[in-house]
Structures are given as structure tokens and as C-alpha cells.
Nanobody, 124 residues
Framework: QVQLVESGGGWVQAGGSWRRSCAAS?????????RGWSRHARGKQRELVAS???????NYADSVKGRFTISGDNAKKLVYLEMNSLKPEDTAVYYC?????????????????WGQGTQVTVSS
């Protein structure tokens, strides 16, 4: 069974930094494809914050460009989100997701998996 496990959430002051990590685990994993981070703030729609593909190309939401950096370690099945110059409006539940290829006795398949989501609170 595939799982994406995120590092813990918490509280940080405005202007501070935080590095999130997300690890994929499961004996059936063959490869990890595109990965991303999304967030869901109270009263707002879920927003895709950053994404990265296997070639290392990245995309960012305008709200975090220049402040957040996504990176990945394919061998270790990890994806990171470095968050700098944090603002109170960055307060949200953050989720990682990954495009995961697996092999079971029934054959290969490819699915999108999500982490459990962790709260990050930025205080002013």
C-alpha cells in the first residue's frame, strides 16, 4: 500500500522560514512522477502552491513565487517545500501529492496519492 507521509506542521512567525518534507512509501512503488504541494486555507478554495516534474521543471502559484521552492529526491521518493518570508496569509493546511506508478500481481498502474495534510500557522 502506498502512503505519502508529511513532516509535522506547527506555528511560525511572519517573516520566518519552514521546510516541509513528504516521503512516499510502499513496496509496490515502481517510480514517482510529478509531485506537488497544495494548501487549503479556511474559507478559501484549495490552491496548488508548487509542482515539480521528473525533469526538475517547477511551477509556482503567483502568491508564493520568489518565496517558496519545491525540490525532489527521486531516489529517496521525497519532495520538499522550502517556505521563506512567510506571511499570515500562508496559514493553511498543506498537502503533498505525487503521481505514483506501482506494480501488483494484476499489473502496473498509475495513481495520484495525497499526504494527510498538516496545519501551518503563520502569526503576525
Amino acid at each position: 500500500q502506498v502512503q505519502l507521509v508529511e513532516s509535522g506542521g506547527g506555528w511560525v512567525q511572519a517573516g520566518g522560514s519552514w521546510r516541509r518534507s513528504c516521503a512516499a512509501s510502499g513496496s509496490s512503488i515502481v517510480s514517482i512522477g510529478a509531485r506537488g504541494w497544495s494548501r487549503h486555507a479556511r474559507g478559501k478554495q484549495r490552491e496548488l502552491v508548487a509542482s515539480i516534474n521528473n525533469g526538475g521543471s517547477t511551477n509556482y502559484a503567483d502568491s508564493v513565487k520568489g518565496r517558496f521552492t519545491i525540490s525532489g529526491d527521486n531516489a529517496k521518493k521525497l519532495v520538499y517545500l522550502e517556505m521563506n518570508s512567510l506571511k499570515p496569509e500562508d496559514t493553511a493546511v498543506y498537502y503533498c501529492n505525487a503521481d505514483v506508478s506501482t506494480y501488483y500481481r494484476t499489473g502496473y498502474r498509475r495513481d495520484d496519492y495525497w499526504g494527510q495534510g498538516t496545519q501551518v500557522t503563520v502569526s503576525s
